[in-house]
């Protein structure tokens, strides 16, 4: 009986073969199912260049470009402008220039900045170069200098250190009148699910010859949340 | 029989056939592990290399092993190079694939592809790291901070934020990452707060490491190095590590049964009977007698290796949090495979001799189930690490493992040359205290 008629015992594969909603029925089923294994296809990975005077990625976990490349302009450019008003002029009549040893950048903060850390000694350096109040020597010297002495760099003022340690880069041919350290440090404040981090870049500027000091610091402040809305509810500007 | 039956009929006798003679990773590759641990590195590279081309499910896993092979030999760029690939195709299959695991639940786990055990994708980075010291050392520093990356994406998804916690029993995670960001940033002679910072982590996974709070202490108040000598750091890669095998779940079967029965109670269908076992692979870890290393420099005996990498103790950790994800999917698939039966015996409305074939069918197509067994087989059971101030030179180093306190042979012999304020890396193989041991030493 099956054999000589099979579709009347399947009322519905005889409308699915007949009736124009199952076959509308079916395309949309077809659909879903399509969409929904192309929908599960790997993909590839994109990349774009970002435009200048674009906003950077703000990190969801950490700092990123967005807290210390405006760290870094800020203090830079206080320190520079500091300086400037304490330059002497030479007898040609310019800036008499100060030669500088970038020693380098601390992280004191309670974040791992990873790959960070080099470009930040880079950025600083490369904004004091072409400022007109120092004459930076080449990290690989002072680097070269720290291999030889073996001394720490947070070592350095120790009064023999020191002397140890300008003596060598004289010797390279690089006499310096200032040491500078960069220091990065933060504070946490935690509020149930939301914590606030104050980052803090501190340029520590020291005179070799006299002992003589000076700071100059920037600082960003920036909120984490676990949820979209903590923004808001934490620092709410009406409340 | 109705069309309609035969092509139901052909399409589970496809099915069937599409699980027909295929061996488990686990039998293909016993045979380049032995060759592997017999010192047999020749021959154990053909066997791979032919696995390589003739299973295209199994390319990355068998990339992995001629990459420890390549390293063995002295080919460190050939293996950074597959390192590289099969890291970042694994970063590429860490998208699920929804075509792919609707396929699985009609066949098995066989025909996903594999896209790594979370250790298996740290280790990838630690041996990139290890390689590149080998030859060049320009890229380490990247790839130390990759390992860290990883390391803290994988202890994010399996533990969430929760910080592991050492009573518990849970992934504590796999310190050599930080060990080696800490050795590489105080060699700069600058960075010791980053080495400071790195070494701290370690500790944190290893409290009981008195080595590690050498470290700390060297750079927190000391230096690198005394003027005019360089470090020799000793890379032991001890014993034989995780491998999978198939193994049968028990439990699982059972419970299928019982519902199963519950199922043929109170409904109107006829499941194939539940005689297949369900089977899941399981990370096993052969013993090993080595403990440590014992390494001499110019015949004095200088000390100890200390594990920074518990690879046996990770594997067999986070082979136990996937094991629920694992079995639900053996269990599921089980079931689409006994609903299908089910739905097609219903269908065609079989005589009782019909259905007594397909039940014959379905337990035959649940049968064929094959474990994911593939893994990378040619890790060691550990990874040691002994570091060694020496003067700048020329050295003739030692190396003989240790079991029990006893040093045991055979014994290596190699000759360094340390550089002032610089490290100087050699990498050993240890798989057991039969096999000749291997050694590598950096080249730049």
Redesign the interface.
């Known amino acids: 009986m099956?054999?000589d008629h099979?579709q009347s015992?399947n009322p519905k594969s005889l409308s699915s073969a007949c009736d124009p909603l199952w076959r509308r029925r079916d395309w949309i089923l077809g659909l879903v199912s399509m969409s929904?294994?192309a929908?599960?296809?790997?993909?590839y990975?994109y990349g774009h260049i970002v435009k200048p005077g674009a906003q950077d990625l703000v990190g969801s976990h950490e700092a990123g470009s967005e807290v210390f490349h405006p760290l870094v302009d800020e203090s830079v450019a206080k320190l520079l402008s500091r300086q400037e008003e304490q330059c002497h002029v030479g007898p040609d009549g310019n800036p008499q220039k100060k030669t500088i040893c970038f020693?380098?950048v601390?992280?004191?903060m309670s974040e791992?900045i990873?790959?960070f850390?080099d470009q930040l000694y880079e950025q600083i350096d490369s904004k004091i170069l072409e400022s007109d109040v120092f004459r930076p020597i080449s990290r690989r010297m002072?680097?070269a200098a720290?291999?030889?002495?073996?001394?720490?760099?947070?070592s350095l003022m120790v009064p023999d250190n020191m002397h140890l340690f300008t003596s060598v880069l004289q010797r390279q041919g690089a006499p310096i009148d200032y040491l500078l350290y960069a220091k990065l440090t933060s504070g946490t404040t935690q509020r149930n699910t939301s914590k606030q981090r104050d980052y803090l870049l501190t340029l520590e500027l020291t005179n070799v010859h006299s002992g003589e000091y000076s700071k100059e610091s920037a600082e960003i402040r920036k909120g984490y949340h676990k949820t979209a809305l903590g923004g808001i509810w934490n620092y709410n500007p009406l409340k | 029989m109705t069309p309609q039956t035969i092509g139901v009929a052909c399409c589970l006798c496809i099915c069937l056939l599409s699980g027909i003679g295929c061996s488990t990773h686990a039998k293909r590759i016993s045979l380049s592990r032995s060759l592997f641990y017999e010192g047999q590195l020749e021959a154990c590279r053909d066997r791979l290399e032919k696995l390589h081309k003739s299973h295209r499910h199994d390319r990355d896993v068998t990339n992995l092993d001629l990459a420890v092979v390549d390293l063995l030999e002295g080919r460190c760029k050939d293996a950074e190079s597959r390192l590289k690939d099969v890291r970042d195709r694994f970063d590429h299959l860490e998208q699920e694939s929804i075509s792919e695991k609707t396929i699985s639940m009609w066949t098995d786990d066989t025909v996903l592809s594999y896209a790594g055990e979370d250790y298996e994708k740290i280790l990838i980075r630690v041996y990139l790291a290890l390689a590149n010291l080998m030859h060049e050392g320009i890229d380490a520093e990247s790839y130390t901070l990759q390992i860290q990356d990883k390391h803290d994406a994988v202890m994010q998804r399996l533990w969430g934020e929760k910080p592991a916690d050492e009573k518990s029993n849970k992934f504590c995670g796999l310190p050599i990452g930080f060990y080696l960001r800490g050795m590489l940033r105080e060699q700069t002679h600058v960075d010791y707060d980053d080495a400071l910072r790195s070494y701290t982590q370690v500790a944190q996974l290893l409290p009981t490491c008195d080595p590690i709070r050498w470290d700390i202490e060297r750079v927190t108040q000391g230096v690198h190095s005394q003027p005019g000598c360089g470090v020799i750091y000793v890379f032991a890669m001890v014993g034989r590590g995780p491998c999978k095998t198939e193994s049968v779940e028990q439990p699982t079967s059972d419970a299928l049964l019982i519902a199963d029965r519950i199922v043929s109670a109170v409904g109107p269908y006829k499941l194939p009977p539940t005689i297949a076992p369900i089977k899941v692979p399981k990370v096993v870890v052969p013993d090993s007698d080595i403990d440590s290393v014992q390494v001499a420099v110019d015949r004095q005996p200088i000390g100890s290796t200390v594990s920074i990498a518990d690879i046996d103790q990770l594997a067999l950790e986070t082979s136990q949090a996937a094991r629920n994800q694992l079995i639900a999917r053996a269990v599921a698939r089980r079931v689409i495979k006994k609903a299908t039966v089910a739905t097609v015996k219903q269908q065609t409305s079989s005589n009782s001799l019909t259905s007594l074939g397909f039940d014959a069918a379905g337990v035959a197509w649940e049968a064929l189930e094959k474990a994911d067994t593939r893994c990378w087989g040619l890790l060691p059971r550990n990874i040691q690490v002994l570091r060694i101030e020496a003067p700048a030179g020329t050295h003739s180093i030692s190396i003989a493992p240790e079991h029990f306190g006893q040093t045991g042979r055979p014994t290596a012999h190699e000759q360094v040359t340390v550089v002032d304020g610089r490290n100087t890396y050699i990498i050993g193989w240890f798989p057991d205290t039969f096999t000749a041991p291997r050694i590598l030493t950096s080249t730049h």
């Open positions: 099956r054999a099979p015992h929904t294994l929908a599960g296809c790997r993909g990975q020693v380098c601390e992280n004191k791992d990873g790959d850390k002072v680097d720290l291999h030889e002495t073996r001394l720490r760099p947070d």
